[in-house]
């Protein structure tokens, strides 16, 4: 059996990291970091100005050594507080220098990532629901959580200060040469080993680094599984079997993690051990000048001069662990930039035309006209993605290679002011019809109108705007009640709010809460009743006052008393309105001026309730169906 992490995080994540540094990515990248390009500029040049400080400081350290030490007379003095008061204003000029830096990247790291964040979320309103059928949640997630944060780390410290540990390890280098060359020629000796160390711990690294992605997206996907089914869980019994498949999760994320941790672990002393190497040639070399060589120019090695050098020892090496932790940030930055990018890039099915027309009120009617419709795409399959379709996956249903037609060449008209009811079968296509005359999808043939008019010639907003859905499933927000019914329209005033609660009869219950309109709801309205939340979106819609009001098995899960409550708003509310209903319970569809009977994707009969019962057809049929039910129960 294969590990749970590539069960659960594999198919929903990229294996791969990608390269180093990719050009087309930098590219893209580059975008969110240029309108800030001014800034960046000046971090670098505070970032040169840092290491010039910080070399200079151990020049006027071997200086003061050399020549006020070990006594100081007292004409020295003087000259002596004006070197060391030189050295104060090096070491706070380079504080300042650091503090303007870290502030300046920061602040250019965070605007690049909330612009990237808000495309990221425009990005995601913008894509069909056929993306978010087949893209689990927790792969969302991580993209605007850990991925976006791998770039922070890159836009807000890993370019500057990748400037920083070359320029000061350049500045070193050069410092070196002017002292003595053939010192640092014995220092260059120690990069061999700086090499082999460096290229194995970054093979490691990455192996490492590549596992803790995967374990990471398994883990979120899980958990978002399981929060989303919390109910599921416990009505099942089932909360043995997720803490333990989430503890295997979690114990392989663990292990990754350790594995990084120690690799540092030992790159990291193998560093210092080659510093130290690079400390005894030094000193090595010291007691042979000391012995009788004379130093450069003829000059001995004084205590300033090892002073000096110990320090750029010290300091040389720093850099070169540091870049080597950089080479993993730019790893991680453009194996994440990639995914993100991947998100952005996806295509967007739901266009809006170039010059869209503007959405008049609803004055002639709402057509379907002879459309055929699938959830399933056929055409572009790879041969990847046909092995799963076969299959059976989640991602194409059960296709087995052919077509799958929810709507088959349907076509009803619903004019202004009517009442129309589409019932049947589960899977018949009453719910489809919803989501075509809402474009959340788009027709393979045949055309959707609003207005004698395509609905794809429209803006989806403006389109959207002229209509209001109830669902059987309410999502309510966190937040207050007026803010759920509202839905941050600000144009719909606190008074208007109230007038809708009362219009659906939902005002009696509210004003029963501790802070009525302003209580707060938990998620998804926790502490709220089927019905109440039900009640909330009915006066959403007519908040919204649409011209089309559509209910979707919005009376399904409530009970007999909530539901002569909301009949009698429905009829408040059907009231010279164009009004769509999807319903099973026949009962609250009666007086609906036309009863559509689904079948198969197609339309089976048609007429009044009246006139649908007279019939020995499929709505009858359905009704003494339900009938039978409600005199058993």
């Not at 333990?244 to 051990?273: C, G, H, I, M």
């Not at 130093?295 to 001069?305: E, S, V, Y």
Request: aromatic share 10%.
């Amino acid at each position: 059996m294969s590990a749970p992490w590539k069960g659960a995080g594999a198919q929903y994540e990229e294996s791969e990291l990608g390269k180093v540094f990719d050009g087309r990515l930098a590219r893209r990248l580059w975008a969110y970091m240029r309108p800030h390009a001014r800034w960046i500029v000046v971090a670098i040049g505070l970032a040169c100005g840092a290491a010039a400080l910080r070399i200079a400081g151990p020049w006027i350290a071997r200086y003061i050594i050399d020549h006020f030490l070990p006594t100081v007379t007292s004409e020295k003095r003087h000259a002596l507080n004006l070197v060391c008061l030189l050295y104060v204003l090096v070491v706070l000029g380079n504080l300042g220098v650091q503090v303007a830096m870290g502030y300046i990247t920061a602040r250019v790291g965070q605007s690049a990532i909330y612009e990237l964040r808000r495309d990221i979320l425009e990005k995601l309103h913008r894509l069909p629901l056929r993306f978010f059928d087949r893209t689990p949640s927790g792969r969302l997630l991580t993209r605007t959580t850990s991925d976006v944060s791998v770039l922070y780390e890159m836009f807000g410290q890993g370019v500057v200060d990748i400037f920083t540990d070359v320029i000061l390890l350049l500045g070193i280098l050069l410092a070196w040469l002017f002292f003595d060359w053939r010192l640092a020629i014995l220092l260059f000796l120690t990069g061999p080993l700086l090499a082999i160390t460096s290229y194995n711990f970054r093979i490691k690294a990455r192996t490492a680094y590549r596992a803790v992605r995967l374990r990471v997206a398994a883990m979120n996907v899980y958990l978002s599984e399981v929060i989303n089914g919390m109910g599921t869980v416990q009505s099942f019994n089932r909360e043995s079997v997720c803490q333990k498949r989430y503890a295997q999760l979690n114990l392989e994320y663990s292990d990754a993690q350790f594995e990084t941790v120690r690799q540092y672990a030992r790159f990291f002393p193998l560093v210092d051990s080659i510093s130290f190497l690079a400390i005894v040639c030094v000193l090595a070399y010291g007691a042979w000048q000391v012995g009788g060589v004379r130093f450069h120019g003829g000059k001995p090695l004084t205590p300033g001069d090892f002073f000096l050098y110990f320090q750029y020892i010290n300091w040389f090496f720093m850099p070169i662990s540091s870049l080597a932790e950089r080479y993993n940030v730019f790893q991680a930055a453009m194996a994440s930039s990639e995914r993100i990018f991947h998100l952005l890039d996806e295509p967007e099915e739901m266009q809006d035309p170039p010059a869209p027309l503007p959405v008049e009120s609803l004055k002639t009617s709402v057509e379907l006209r002879d459309v055929w419709f699938s959830y399933l795409k056929k055409e572009g399959v790879s041969a990847v993605e046909k092995k799963e379709q076969e299959a059976g996956s989640l991602l194409y249903g059960l296709a087995n290679g052919s077509e799958q037609w929810v709507l088959k060449g349907v076509s009803l008209r619903v004019k202004r002011g009517e009442t129309v009811a589409l019932v049947g079968a589960t899977g018949a296509g009453k719910s489809t019809v919803i989501n075509l005359v809402t474009r959340l999808y788009d027709v393979q043939k045949g055309a959707v109108l609003f207005n004698d008019r395509d609905v794809r010639q429209y803006a989806q907003d403006d389109l959207r705007r002229r209509m209001a859905v109830v669902l059987q499933d309410v999502f309510l927000f966190s937040g207050t009640i007026e803010d759920n019914i509202r839905l941050g329209n600000r144009e719909i005033t606190r008074e208007q709010v109230e007038r809708a609660a009362r219009h659906v009869n939902a005002h009696t219950f509210i004003e029963q809460l501790p802070k009525g309109y302003d209580n707060e709801v938990l998620e998804r309205g926790a502490t709220l009743s089927t019905g109440q939340k039900q009640l909330l979106a009915f006066a959403r819609a007519v908040a919204f006052d649409p011209d089309l009001l559509i209910l979707d098995e919005a009376t399904a899960n409530i009970d007999t008393e909530t539901e002569a409550l909301i009949q009698d708003a429905l009829a408040k509310i059907m009231h010279e309105r164009t009004c769509i209903i999807v319903a099973h319970r026949l009962s609250t569809i009666q007086n609906a001026d036309r009863i559509l009977v689904f079948s198969h994707g197609t339309i089976h009969e048609e007429g009044t309730h009246q006139d649908l019962l007279q019939r020995d057809g499929l709505y009858r049929k359905l009704y003494e169906l339900q009938y039978a039910n409600l005199e058993k129960s």
